[in-house]
């Protein structure tokens, strides 16, 4: 099983920026889909942006417009570009192979996470 290491989280305030990226232990080239998750404080875990190997991309609507994810097969990477943050996206964020149709996290162990704190 891949593992994924997240990074680039940090404190900022609203309207702020942060470059998020997850870094697989393996190759992610076969893996139809890739997603970004993130969990609030006693929050269920949501899917925030899903990307295919195809580049087709799906976004929550609450980030559609501010948030751009992309996927990089050669370095086995997916970043997570956050714009115009929002203190109700403070989360602690995750990345995951997604499963087709519902972009689903596949696996059931999860990285680290990367903690994103948005200050208003």
């Known amino acids: 099983q891949v593992q994924f290491v997240e990074s680039g989280g940090g404190l900022v305030q609203t309207g702020g920026s942060l470059p998020l990226s997850c870094a697989a232990s393996g190759s992610i080239s076969s893996f139809y889909a890739m997603g970004w998750y993130r969990q609030a404080p006693g929050k269920q875990r949501e899917l925030v942006a899903s990307?295919?190997?195809?580049?087709?991309?799906k976004y929550a609507d609450s980030v559609k417009g501010r948030f751009t994810i992309s996927r990089d097969n050669a370095k086995n990477t997916v970043t997570l570009q956050m714009n115009s943050l929002k203190p109700e996206e403070t989360a602690v964020y995750y990345c995951?192979?997604?499963?087709?149709?519902?972009?689903?996290?596949?696996?059931?162990?999860w990285g680290q996470g990367t903690q994103v704190t948005v200050s208003s």
């Open positions: 990307i295919t190997s195809g580049r087709s991309t």
């Open positions: 995951n192979r997604a499963r087709v149709g519902d972009y689903a996290p596949v696996y059931n162990t």
